[in-house]
């Protein structure tokens, strides 16, 4: 077991739209987040405790029992809201109060607790100028200070490899990354040549990139609870 537990604990999520004042449209983008987040409460269903809601105008949250799909839905949101940028704060720990499965306002404990913090922690990394601090932030109650460590050092680089991508480079790594084609099917639904597809996925460090996807997930995956609330 990678993880140190002696209870099943959840994983929060707290997203954090940057410079949300400078959005020009900002009720059309929040109407836009709302529907990315009904999204992703059906889609990954199967492993939230707690639907994402919409806490403030430029945050909002949600609830995890399982670990197993979590890079998938901040991905998902990132790829949806894409070019407004969000920074996404983790924290797994207990939740300490009843917790409401329709909507993620009310609930507290270690894990919101550790995802504010991690929230938090960006915003100083990036008022300090600090160009690879990232976009993702995991915090970890407990005595697992080596975990979060290599874990937030493998997101780091991630994010080292993402900013570098172009709008059309992003379009088609997120194809390849969520539709699970090969480059000759994807090559196909850009309307290119399959070399053209694979100069891009070389470029944009394609592979490494879903390697290290693939492992975060799977090392999350050991974080969950045996009964659904």
């Known amino acids: 077991m990678f993880f140190l537990f002696d209870y099943s604990p959840y994983i929060a999520i707290i997203g954090d739209v940057k410079n949300s004042r400078n959005i020009k449209e900002r009720k059309e983008f929040q109407n836009k987040l709302n529907e990315i987040l009904n999204e ?27 670990g197993k799909n979590v890079m998938n839905i901040i991905q998902y949101i990132k790829k949806e809201s894409y070019p407004v940028k969000i920074r996404f704060g983790v924290g797994i720990g207990a939740i300490t109060t009843d917790i409401d499965s329709n909507i993620s306002i009310g609930a507290d404990g270690p894990g ?15 008022k300090k100028k600090e160009s690879e601090y990232g976009d993702i932030q995991i915090k970890i109650d407990g005595d697992n200070n080596f975990q979060e460590l290599s874990l937030n050092s493998i997101l780091k680089l991630m994010y ?12 088609v790594v997120y194809y390849v990354l969520f539709e699970k084609q090969n480059q000759t099917e994807t090559a196909r639904y850009f309307n290119v040549t399959q070399s053209n597809i694979q100069q891009i996925l070389s470029k944009t460090h394609f592979y490494a990139y879903r390697d290290a996807f693939n492992s975060v997930n799977k090392i999350l995956s050991e974080v969950k609870r045996n009964v659904k609330l």
């Not at 059906?42 to 430029?58: C, E, M, P, R, V």
């Not at 919101?112 to 990036?126: G, P, T, V």
């Open 112 to 126: 919101y607790y550790k995802a504010r913090d991690s929230i938090e922690q960006l915003k100083i990394l990036e």
């Open 40 to 66: 992703i409460n059906k889609i990954y269903s199967d492993s939230i405790a707690s639907n994402f809601t919409i806490t403030l105008g430029d945050e909002f949250q949600g609830l995890l029992y399982s």
């Open 160 to 171: 080292c490899i993402e900013k570098e991508w172009t709008k059309k480079q992003r379009e």
